[in-house]
């Protein structure tokens, strides 16, 4: 049975006062700003199943089978494998990464994660996204940090021209007169035209991180594209309004550009830094990544019948989408249980739904 879901936000300061809000029909702009709406159920913020007053996360304790299906259990165990999530970023949000499967599992033991499973992750754009992921080649990164003429920098240009990004990273993350150097590159970067270096510093003036736009690569996204983050590829979004899924993990380590505290040596040791993130396109109403936990599904006035058999989590972004005769208005979601079979989606507005992926490879071009 499709059950329609209640779902909470999180409010953090690089959210949106507007984005989430407008979407669900609610006063815009919020009293404070809103960044994610967390749809499953991770016990950091089940989704409510409205009709049963319950969380999602009790609902498949109590019934695995039932709520996830045979296949799922089987695969992933009694619990949800992905999360889905709107991301509304008007300010940017830490530079951070996240592990693999064997890091997260490993480092859940030795209590350094709040969850044991990884946390892939793939963003689609609503409106134009932007944001920052994966190391631009070292030689690269070196061109641009002398071209800033901040002698200070001098012994992170030699690291990147030696091809050790990270001693170059870890010397910025444990700089001791961090006020002084963003100051310089400040100056340099005005002088130069490094726009996006103010404004991080604008946010942050005291914190290294702000030469992100110069060390990685800037990734921009139309509504309908798609960005896949494997583990290890240290990244950061900067603006932009979109439906964001994952892991069913909430597992991050932060690397700056953020208040919150950075572990320098758990960054380092699961940092990737040749690894870089996928464009993914829709194929067959689905984006497919190369992991197990999830993929992303999407269609446009659909007239369309799906499989059943595994979990999905629908929400409507425009207009109004019938799913197994249950209405979908913008803003609004559901759930449809593993054990449900077949059931039409039609309608004329646009729907994404979260869903575990069926396909060991998947096509994918690096970008």
Known sequence: MTELLSNPVKHYDWGSRTAIATLTGRPSPSPEPEAEMWLGAHPSGPSLLA?????????????????????????????????????AVDRVLSLQVHPSAEQAEAGHARGAYVDAYPKPELVCALTPFSGLAGFRAPGEAA?????LEVSELRPVVDLLDAGEPAGALRLLLEWPERKALVEAV???????GHDLVLRLAEQYPDDPAVLAPLLMNRHDLMPGEALFLGAGVLHCYLSGFGVEIMGGSDNVLRAGLTPKPIDVDELLRITDFAAQPLRVELADGLYTVPVPEFALGRAQAPDDRLEGGVPRVFVCVEGEVAVDG????????AFVPGSQG??????????YWAQPSRVADVPAAEV
Not at 143 to 147: N, P
Request: aromatic share 4%.
């Open 186 to 192: 400040v100056a340099a970067a005005g002088r130069l």
């Open 51 to 87: 009709g049963r007053g319950v969380t999602l996360d009790r609902a498949i304790a109590a019934d695995p089978e039932g709520e996830l299906g045979g296949e799922t259990v089987a695969r992933f165990g009694a619990r949800l494998p992905y999360l889905l999530k709107l991301i």
């Open 143 to 147: 061109r641009l940090l002398e071209a």
């Open 326 to 333: 249950q209405v979908l208005r913008a803003g609004e979601s």
């Open 342 to 351: 077949a059931f039409e989606v039609r309608g004329p507005g646009i729907v």
